[in-house]
Each structure stands twice: as structure tokens, then as C-alpha cells.
T-cell receptor, first 113, second 116 residues
Framework: AQSVTQLGSHVSVSEGALVLLRCNYSSSVPPYLFWYVQYPNQGLQLLLKYTSAATLVKGINGFEAEFKKSETSFHLTKPSAHMSDAAEYFCAVSDLGNEKLTFGTGTRLTIIP | GAVVSQHPSWVICKSGTSVKIECRSLDFQATTMFWYRQFPKQSLMLMATSNEGSKATYEQGVEKDKFLINHASLTLSTLTVTSAHPEDSSFYIC????????????FGPGTRLTVL
């Protein structure tokens, strides 16, 4: 079964600094990969997805992620953090032929003024 | 496009009562919907997969008689928590398969259930 590991349950960065949230998956076959953001008491919003078309994926709100097969990673980055980026971020993976998403445990991003 | 709504957004009920939560895809048809449960400061736990016109598929450990799921149309799935107890208090989130491929899901805003 697929699994997703998000290193760092809490990440704090200063406003304007680089944001790096880590995600590693377990599949030997490149899956579909997603990053979602969740604001308090809300559902999940899709930031970006990897579907094998390009290894560097650009998403909304200035976020991007790079798929690295050799490292089985799909880390999320943003060059300059904004206060509005403070939220919970979830990495998720899905296999071909299986509609289910497997979520990581989430990373809470705090932005320091 | 691709908006998923949930109703109600929050509900408080007495122990022993049943609560129904609706999940609707507003501008697209969803052959598959999913129901998740999320505890405070934790990830999402998939409860069941709901397919239009057929019985839901429950994940291991989820009581199908406690959490009744009905997917009556391509735009509506409902979750009924029967005989709710305080331990059922949680944040319930639904999602719908976008139909765009890649197993992309669009999520509803969630329903906060508190059982007294």
C-alpha cells in the first residue's frame, strides 16, 4: 500500500523567507501526487498536482513542487513566505487505477512576522 | 468550477440522535465521492468511498451501520451518523472525484459535529 511521509509536523519561517515542506512517497511506480492546503475549520484546497507531464509543477499562490523519482520526493516550495500562507499543508498520493488518496500527516506552517 | 458544498457546516446534537450531512457537487457530476473524518490537529482518515447508485465501500474499522452513506444522484451523497455519541464528535469532510483524471478530488468545506 502507498504511504506518504511528511517530515516536520511544524515548520516556522520568517515572512519573506523560503518555504520548504517535505514529502516522500513509497511507491516504486510514479504515482499521482498532490499538495493540499487547509485553513482552520475549512476543507482542503488543491495547491498543485503531479501527473507525469512535467517534473516541476507550479501551483497557486506562488507554490511549486518538484518530482524527484530517484529520491521518491515531492517537496513543496515557495520563494517568499507571506503571512497568509500560515495553514496546514497535506501531501497526498494516488495510484493509477485507484481513486483513493493517501494523505501524509500534515505540516503546520507558521509565518513569523 | 468544481465546487463541492456541505450542509450543515456545523451541528450540535444530543447523544442518541441521528445526524445527516449532505455533500453536493455544484457544477459537475461526481460518480465517486469520498467521506473523511479528521480529528483535531490530525490528518484525514478515509471512511468510505461512495459511488452513485451502488453501496458504499467502507474502510476497515469503520462501522457501516453507524455511518450510513447514500449516493442517490451524481451530485449528492449523504452521510448519516446514527445514534451519535460523544466519541463521534469530529470534523467530517467530503470530496468528489473531479472526473478530470489523475484521481484529483475536490473537497467540501467540512462539517463540525459535536455530540453532547
Amino acid at each position: 500500500a502507498q504511504s506518504v511521509t511528511q517530515l516536520g509536523s511544524h515548520v516556522s519561517v520568517s515572512e519573506g523567507a523560503l518555504v520548504l515542506l517535505r514529502c516522500n512517497y513509497s511507491s516504486s511506480v510514479p504515482p499521482y501526487l498532490f499538495w493540499y492546503v487547509q485553513y482552520p475549520n475549512q476543507g482542503l484546497q488543491l495547491l498543485l498536482k503531479y501527473t507525469s507531464a512535467a517534473t516541476l509543477v507550479k501551483g497557486i499562490n506562488g507554490f511549486e513542487a518538484e518530482f524527484k523519482k530517484s529520491e521518491t520526493s515531492f517537496h513543496l516550495t515557495k520563494p517568499s513566505a507571506h503571512m497568509s500562507d500560515a495553514a496546514e499543508y497535506f501531501c497526498a498520493v494516488s495510484d493509477l487505477g485507484n481513486e483513493k488518496l493517501t494523505f501524509g500527516t500534515g505540516t503546520r506552517l507558521t509565518i513569523i512576522p | 468550477g468544481a465546487v463541492v458544498s456541505q450542509h450543515p457546516s456545523w451541528v450540535i446534537c444530543k447523544s442518541g440522535t441521528s445526524v445527516k450531512i449532505e455533500c453536493r457537487s455544484l457544477d459537475f457530476q461526481a460518480t465517486t465521492m469520498f467521506w473523511y473524518r479528521q480529528f483535531p490537529k490530525q490528518s484525514l482518515m478515509l471512511m468510505a468511498t461512495s459511488n452513485e447508485g451502488s453501496k458504499a465501500t467502507y474502510e476497515q474499522g469503520v462501522e457501516k451501520d453507524k455511518f450510513l452513506i447514500n449516493h442517490a444522484s451524481l451530485t449528492l451523497s449523504t452521510l448519516t451518523v446514527t445514534s451519535a455519541h460523544p466519541e463521534d464528535s469530529s470534523f467530517y469532510i467530503c470530496s468528489a472525484n473531479s472526473g478530470r483524471g489523475y484521481n484529483e478530488q475536490f473537497f467540501g468545506p467540512g462539517t463540525r459535529l459535536t455530540v453532547l
